[in-house]
């Protein structure tokens, strides 16, 4: 079974950074896609950043120039670091695994982390 964990989450005051980190217990590079989505209470998830298996990242507008994504091939791990954070980044964020295998569909979520955003 693939297990994404994350961690890096926490409590970080307004125009603060935090750096989350997704590790995958398989070749992280292998998946199709890892994305990595936020949800704020009550709304649904956005998918933040994400990033290819051939190393194409994309970003949600409300954090380009903020947020970067990386992924290391050597340490199957995935991390977002952030700057400049604000209120409204204060979400549960999420890591996603997907794609095709040639056989199924996969799926794969971390347990998620708090960030809060606040003074």
């Known amino acids: 079974q693939v297990q994404l964990v994350e961690s890096g989450g926490g409590l970080v005051q307004p125009g603060g950074s935090l750096t989350l980190s997704c590790a995958a217990s398989?070749?992280?590079?292998?998946?199709?896609?890892v994305i990595w989505y936020r949800q704020i209470p009550g709304k649904q998830y956005e998918l933040v950043a994400s990033?290819?298996?051939?190393?194409?990242?994309t970003y949600v507008d409300s954090v380009k120039g903020r947020f970067t994504l990386s992924r290391d091939n050597a340490k199957n791990t995935v991390t977002l670091q952030m700057s400049s954070l604000s209120p409204e980044d204060t979400a549960v964020y999420y890591c996603?695994?997907?794609?095709?295998?040639?056989?199924?569909?996969?799926?794969?979520w971390g347990q998620g982390t708090q960030v809060t955003v606040s003074s």
């Open positions: 996603n695994a997907n794609g095709y295998n040639g056989l199924r569909r996969y799926d794969y």
């Open positions: 398989t070749t992280i590079s292998s998946f199709d896609a």
């Open positions: 990033v290819t298996s051939n190393g194409g990242i």
